[in-house]
């Protein structure tokens, strides 16, 4: 054999063994199916199919469309005897027939039936029939034969009657023929080319389909999920102007902080949590009472215990100083393995709320009793409310509106109660929120507005969200202090007045009667977040340096002031990196005229 002879060879056995490789599954030897239609515009289907599987299969899968263009049939009472299983996949309904134990090769022949409830058409001057045959692109073999036979409750026009065929948007005609009576449309034909379909358009007079009714678009479910979350944040409104809002207090300036609150329950009467910025405030104050000295390196510090504290302190502030000092000496290496975040959690903070418990508690607890009651309430709504906007679209979708509705919940609760005990509104705090936010609601839109029929759907989606954040916002902030909590408050924010606005002359006075003033001050105008404040009124105004504070800067009230927020690195960097959340911690623990395709019905099929 030449060498031409041999590659000619060669590319003929690889195109044979490509072909065969890309060759469909099974051929088309007869499809036929026969239509009975009645007044509600309901329609009994039943097929027969005739194949010759090519290659061993398990069976035939055939797709049955129910949905196009936003609208949606329903497929039910799906039957024959070789019906292995039914799934839906997005608009199609899967009838799965075979056997998964047994592969057939050779001819096979599939019967079964099923009903389609079409909906009204929408027309206001006729009615009309739009069924495909054979779906265009969904059948990629050739048909031997086809036929079909539809029967009508009523009479039908032959001239109101077209049968087109070929690939989508095709118009060529094909016969047909009607019964004398003129209720039943038939039809047979020969070689249908792969992915050609057939497609039957009858028009009627108007009210011909006298029961069909228009189809639900899923509005209804929309417009009670509106109402239901709208109801929930009208009552979290109402709650909190109602009975939950403080009354403004009235603030005297005063020159020392509450009686008998340290730097760590200053912060917790105002902050409602302890975080980085309570113990620093912490060491500064006991450094200054000379508990601790403070070496600082430049990049990290470590802590050396002089002495224990004394056993009048509140018990809180015990076990705070036992958890950060296990031994003489404390740096971030040995907090850390030490678990220190944790003893924070575990034993300093049910320590600080037992002790603005009872008769000292901060808040009332009725009020504390009606904002749990709100936020159940509200989650109830935006469970319900999602639910039905996933429902609306179909039922398959009620996971797609109610999970990224209780994750909304709790992302929007977490940032809520942050910026209430925060009192500050930083884009900051609220920019990872927002943005998961987004994420789910851009989730919700994509997965229910894409299947939903209605035109309202991407909008109640959104307005859903944004009255879920607002009632949140608005129940977060239900909260009224009690008769102590208001005493004590006005009494820390006087105090913080006093930090905030006294004059140099005055602050100079008191330093020649306390030289170490500035260092008694200095932890509360921390916790107040005023220690640059603090530290530049002292510009002019000589303060000995501290012995307790060993540090490579030269002299400098700044050095002082700075601290909280160097330390709150390194708390950050090496004691409790991101991950570690809690209170305690670093942090503060969404009509066609007739062509080949569209429409309902018809389908593909394939084998498995």
């Given at each position: 054999?030449?060498g031409?002879?041999?590659?000619?060879?060669?590319?003929?056995?690889?195109?044979?063994?490509?072909?065969?490789?890309?060759?469909?599954?099974?051929s088309?030897?007869?499809?036929?199916?026969?239509?009975?239609?009645?007044?509600?515009?309901?329609?009994?289907?039943?097929?027969?199919?005739?194949?010759?599987?090519?290659?061993?299969?398990?069976?035939?899968?055939?797709?049955?469309?129910?949905?196009f263009?936003?609208?949606r049939?329903?497929?039910?009472?799906?039957?024959?005897a070789?019906?292995?299983?039914?799934?839906?996949n997005?608009?199609?309904?899967?009838?799965?027939?075979?056997?998964?134990?047994?592969?057939?090769?050779?001819p096979?022949?599939f019967?079964?039936?099923?009903?389609?409830?079409?909906?009204?058409?929408?027309?206001?001057?006729?009615?009309?029939?739009?069924?495909?045959?054979?779906?265009?692109?969904?059948?990629d073999?050739?048909?031997?034969?086809?036929?079909?036979?539809?029967?009508?409750?009523?009479p039908?026009?032959?001239?109101?009657?077209?049968?087109?065929y070929?690939?989508?948007?095709?118009?060529?005609?094909?016969?047909f023929?009607?019964?004398?009576d003129?209720?039943?449309?038939?039809?047979?034909?020969?070689?249908?080319p792969?992915?050609?379909?057939i497609?039957?358009?009858?028009?009627?007079?108007?009210?011909?389909?006298?029961?069909?009714k228009?189809?639900?678009?899923?509005?209804?479910?929309?417009?009670?999920?509106?109402g239901?979350?709208a109801?929930?944040a009208?009552?979290?409104?109402?709650?909190?102007?109602l009975?939950?809002?403080?009354?403004?207090?009235?603030?005297?300036?005063?020159?020392?902080?509450?009686?008998?609150?340290s730097?760590?329950?200053?912060?917790?009467?105002?902050?409602?949590?302890?975080?980085?910025?309570?113990?620093?405030?912490?060491l500064?104050?006991?450094?200054?009472?000379?508990?601790?000295?403070?070496?600082?390196?430049?990049?990290?510090?470590?802590?050396?215990k002089?002495?224990?504290?004394?056993?009048g302190?509140?018990?809180?502030?015990?076990a705070?100083?036992?958890?950060?000092?296990?031994?003489d000496?404390?740096?971030?290496?040995?907090?850390r393995?030490?678990?220190?975040?944790?003893?924070?959690r575990r034993?300093?903070?049910?320590?600080?709320?037992?002790?603005?418990?009872?008769e000292?508690?901060?808040?009332?607890?009725?009020a504390?009793?009606?904002?749990?009651?709100?936020?159940?309430?509200?989650?109830?709504?935006?469970?319900?409310?999602?639910?039905l906007?996933?429902i609306?679209?179909?039922?398959?979708l009620?996971?797609?509106?109610?999970?990224?509705?209780f994750?909304?919940?709790?992302?929007?609760?977490?940032?809520?109660?942050?910026?209430?005990?925060?009192?500050?509104?930083?884009?900051?705090?609220?920019?990872?929120?927002?943005?998961?936010?987004?994420f789910?609601?851009?989730?919700?839109?994509?997965?229910?507005?894409?299947?939903?029929?209605?035109?309202?759907?991407?909008p109640?989606?959104?307005?859903?969200?944004?009255?879920?954040?607002?009632?949140?916002?608005?129940?977060?902030?239900?909260?009224?202090?009690?008769?102590?909590?208001?005493?004590?408050?006005?009494?820390?924010?006087?105090?913080k007045?006093?930090?905030?606005?006294?004059?140099k002359?005055?602050?100079?006075?008191?330093?020649?009667?306390?030289?170490?003033?500035?260092?008694?001050?200095?932890?509360?105008?921390m916790?107040?977040?005023?220690?640059?404040?603090?530290?530049?009124?002292?510009?002019?105004?000589?303060?000995?340096?501290?012995?307790w504070?060993?540090?490579?800067?030269?002299?400098?009230?700044?050095?002082?002031?700075?601290?909280g927020?160097?330390?709150?690195?390194?708390?950050?960097?090496?004691?409790?990196?991101?991950?570690?959340?809690?209170?305690?911690?670093?942090?503060?623990?969404?009509?066609?005229s007739?062509?080949?395709?569209?429409g309902?019905?018809?389908?593909?099929?394939?084998?498995?």
């Amino acid at each position: 054999m030449s060498g031409s002879r041999k590659i000619a060879a060669i590319l003929f056995i690889v195109f044979a063994s490509f072909s065969s490789l890309h060759a469909a599954a099974f051929s088309v030897e007869d499809y036929s199916i026969d239509i009975s239609v009645d007044a509600s515009k309901r329609l009994s289907v039943d097929e027969d199919i005739n194949l010759y599987f090519n290659s061993p299969s398990h069976g035939l899968i055939r797709d049955i469309q129910y949905e196009f263009d936003r609208m949606r049939i329903k497929v039910g009472d799906v039957h024959g005897a070789d019906i292995a299983n039914t799934e839906r996949n997005g608009g199609f309904l899967s009838i799965i027939m075979g056997d998964p134990d047994r592969y057939i090769t050779g001819p096979a022949q599939f019967s079964f039936g099923y009903t389609l409830q079409y909906p009204a058409d929408g027309y206001d001057d006729y009615d009309e029939l739009y069924y495909n045959i054979v779906s265009p692109g969904y059948w990629d073999c050739n048909m031997d034969t086809v036929s079909f036979s539809a029967s009508f409750p009523a009479p039908i026009d032959k001239d109101m009657v077209w049968v087109t065929y070929g690939p989508y948007g095709s118009a060529a005609g094909l016969p047909f023929s009607i019964s004398e009576d003129g209720l039943t449309i038939y039809g047979r034909y020969s070689s249908l080319p792969a992915g050609y379909g057939i497609t039957l358009r009858v028009e009627m007079d108007e009210g011909y389909f006298y029961l069909a009714k228009p189809q639900a678009d899923g509005s209804v479910f929309i417009y009670a999920a509106i109402g239901i979350i709208a109801a929930a944040a009208i009552l979290s409104f109402a709650v909190y102007f109602l009975r939950g809002r403080d009354e403004k207090p009235v603030i005297p300036v005063r020159f020392t902080p509450p009686e008998g609150f340290s730097p760590m329950d200053t912060h917790y009467l105002i902050e409602g949590s302890i975080d980085s910025t309570s113990i620093a405030a912490m060491l500064i104050y006991w450094a200054d009472r000379g508990y601790v000295s403070i070496n600082d390196d430049g990049s990290s510090f470590s802590f050396d215990k002089l002495k224990d504290i004394d056993d009048g302190v509140q018990e809180s502030e015990k076990a705070l100083f036992r958890s950060l000092f296990a031994g003489d000496r404390a740096d971030a290496d040995t907090l850390r393995t030490e678990g220190f975040p944790s003893k924070l959690r575990r034993d300093v903070l049910p320590l600080i709320v037992q002790r603005f418990s009872g008769e000292h508690a901060i808040e009332e607890p009725a009020a504390l009793k009606l904002r749990r009651i709100i936020l159940a309430v509200i989650l109830i709504a935006a469970l319900l409310s999602g639910s039905l906007l996933g429902i609306s679209a179909m039922p398959e979708l009620l996971p797609f509106g109610l999970i990224p509705s209780f994750m909304a919940y709790m992302v929007l609760r977490t940032a809520s109660v942050r910026i209430a005990r925060s009192g500050k509104l930083r884009i900051s705090m609220l920019l990872p929120f927002v943005l998961f936010l987004v994420f789910i609601t851009v989730f919700m839109l994509t997965a229910i507005v894409s299947e939903s029929r209605s035109g309202i759907a991407g909008p109640a989606v959104v307005a859903f969200m944004v009255l879920l954040s607002l009632s949140m916002f608005s129940a977060a902030h239900i909260s009224r202090k009690s008769r102590y909590g208001n005493e004590r408050l006005a009494e820390a924010l006087g105090y913080k007045e006093f930090i905030d606005k006294v004059e140099k002359d005055r602050i100079k006075e008191l330093s020649e009667e306390d030289p170490e003033y500035f260092y008694h001050v200095l932890p509360y105008a921390m916790v107040f977040g005023l220690a640059d404040a603090w530290a530049g009124k002292f510009r002019d105004i000589p303060i000995k340096e501290a012995s307790w504070y060993c540090s490579p800067y030269p002299f400098d009230p700044f050095v002082y002031s700075s601290f909280g927020r160097r330390w709150h690195d390194d708390y950050v960097r090496h004691i409790d990196p991101p991950g570690n959340t809690g209170k305690g911690g670093a942090r503060t623990f969404s009509g066609s005229s007739g062509f080949s395709g569209g429409g309902f019905s018809g389908g593909g099929g394939r084998s498995w």
